[in-house]
C-alpha cells in the first residue's frame, strides 16, 4: 500500500512539473540588465527568441597601427528560435540583419553595449532601422541582445603570418524585440 501511494505521489508530481514547464513563457524582464541597454520607456516586448550560431573574425591589421594585428568581427549567422525550440528567423550580416521565416526583416544601429561576462560577446541594444516587408518584424522599434553565451574573439594568435586568415566562434544569445506600446 506505501509503494502504491509513493508511486501515485510520484508521478502527480511529475505530471505537475510538466504542466508548469509547458505554460506560456512569462515575458521578458529588463530589471537585471545594466541601465545602458534597457529599452526606453513607451516600448514593449513583442517576441524573445533565442539566436543560436556562429560569428566569423578575420585577423586584420589594426586601424592606424601599422605591424599590430587583431581578430575583427567580420558578421553573424545564426538561427532565431522561439521559447519552444522552433525556427522563427535568422540573424545574419553584414549589414546585421534580423529576418522573420515570413521575410520581413531589417537592419539597426547600434546605440549601447554592456559586458556579458567572462568569455561572453557583450549585452547590446540597437535601434531598428524601418523594416522591409510586412510581417514579425514590421513596427520592430528596438532589439536587445541579452543572456549571451560564448562568441568572443578567438583566443589564438593573429599577427602577419596569419593575416586574412578567418576564425569561426559559437555564440548564443537571447535577442528581444520591442514595438511601440
Known sequence: MIVKTTLAAAAALALSACASSMSAPMM???????????????????????GVGQITYECRTKANMPGQYEWVFVGPDAKL????????????????TWEANDGSKFTATQLAVAPGGEGNIPLQLVKANPAMGMGAMSGVTYT??????????P????????MGAKQIVQYQADYIFYKAS
Open 28 to 50: 521578458y524582464s529588463q530589471t537585471s540588465l545594466p541601465d545602458a541597454v534597457k529599452v526606453p520607456a513607451g516600448n514593449k516586448v513583442a517576441m524573445e527568441t533565442v
Open 155 to 162: 583566443a589564438m594568435a593573429c599577427g602577419a603570418s596569419n
Open 81 to 96: 528560435m522561439d521559447r519552444s525550440g522552433k525556427q522563427v528567423g535568422k540573424y545574419y550580416g553584414p549589414p546585421a
Open 144 to 153: 536587445q541582445r541579452v543572456a549571451t553565451k560564448g562568441g568572443v574573439a
